[in-house]
């Protein structure tokens, strides 16, 4: 359960850095460090060998970062609605 509120932490903190990141205010330190605790919470949910892990350990992009996350949260609703019927 602390894993869900951490996953919205961090998306909230991806997609703020994302708008700075499309008006060229970028912090690449602030990104490595969201980058790492992203990874963190990935590697728990669906292990190292997984699809999402590798896109976000071999990217650099926000935006990229963003989509993986947002693809990890549509699907995590959509198996919580599944299993609520």
Known sequence: MHFRN??????????????????????????MTLKKDILDIIKTLFGEGSRQYRVVKLTNSPATVFKVMNHIAASTETRTSAVNM
């Open 6 to 31: 951490d996953f919205k932490t961090l998306y909230n903190e991806i997609e703020k850095f994302l708008k700075r990141d499309q008006h060229r205010i970028v912090d690449e330190a602030k990104f």
